[in-house]
């Protein structure tokens, strides 16, 4: 069964560092998303991309982030110059062209910014 | 007034038992509604669906829409150990829009 995959699993990364996290969504699917978790808290939206371009972005997606498909497979989310209050888990999620917003997630990147 | 609100729990049930998981929202918008599994720093899984107002059954799963109150269910029949995770409800307001996640409700299904 396909699935949405992320890479890595954890990353550990300095205060004031750039990161990259990747997911690569089901292939026939075509609207992608970014969500984020803190501990203990509840799955927030991030971001929608569809057609190569951003389609909705949350208060949270301010321009320390950055969403990119650079190719036909993968999908990456860009923090720029991480803070603590950027650890949480996050998930990237696709759909395809279903009636319903049947989105499937990835297993998650756990982020932890020193 | 919080968009989705859902009861914590933990919701602790003997196995065998019906779980009932309940979610209100305040947007009138919202006309697909999600529900999601989540185990301990897991992704979401997506369990099913169902659009506007309504029942959907799904083996053991039937879930429910009441857009008059507001009021989204989740029924689980003959619950097993293996159920014991988090209940996401995510309503939407379209089929391709973001999913707004309530905060869960942590299931507890005990042998």
């Known amino acids: 069964e396909p699935e949405v995959t992320q890479t890595p699993s954890h990353q550990v990364t300095q205060m004031g560092q750039e990161v990259i996290l990747r997911c690569v969504p089901i292939?026939?699917?075509?609207?992608f998303y970014w969500y984020r978790q803190i501990l203990g808290q509840k799955v927030e939206f991030l971001v929608s991309?569809?057609?190569?371009?951003?389609?909705?972005k949350s208060e949270i997606f301010d321009d320390q982030f950055s969403v990119e498909r650079p190719d036909g497979s993968n999908f990456t989310l860009k923090i720029r110059s991480t803070k603590l209050e950027d650890s949480a888990m996050y998930f990237c999620?696709?759909?395809?062209?279903?009636?319903?917003?049947?989105?499937?997630f990835g297993p998650g990147t756990r982020l932890t910014v020193l | 007034q919080k968009e989705v609100e859902q009861d914590p729990g933990p919701l602790s049930v003997p196995e065998g038992a019906i779980v009932s998981l309940n979610c209100t929202y305040s947007?009138?918008?919202?006309?697909?509604f999600m529900w999601y599994r989540q185990y301990s720093r897991k992704g979401p899984e997506l369990l099913m669906y169902?659009?506007?107002?309504g029942n959907k059954e799904d083996g053991r799963f039937t879930a429910q829409v009441d857009k008059s109150s507001k009021y989204i269910s989740l029924f689980i029949r003959d619950s097993q150990p293996s159920d014991s995770a988090t209940y996401l409800c995510?309503?939407?307001?379209?089929?391709?829009?973001?999913?707004?996640f309530g905060a869960g409700t942590q299931v507890v299904v005990t042998p």
């Open positions: 999620a696709s759909s395809g062209r279903t009636p319903a917003n049947t989105q499937y």
């Open positions: 292939s026939n699917h075509l609207y």
């Open positions: 991309f569809y057609n190569n371009e951003i389609s909705e």
């Open positions: 947007n009138s918008a919202f006309q697909y």
């Open positions: 169902t659009y506007s107002s």
């Open positions: 995510a309503p939407t307001t379209d089929s391709w829009g973001k999913l707004q």
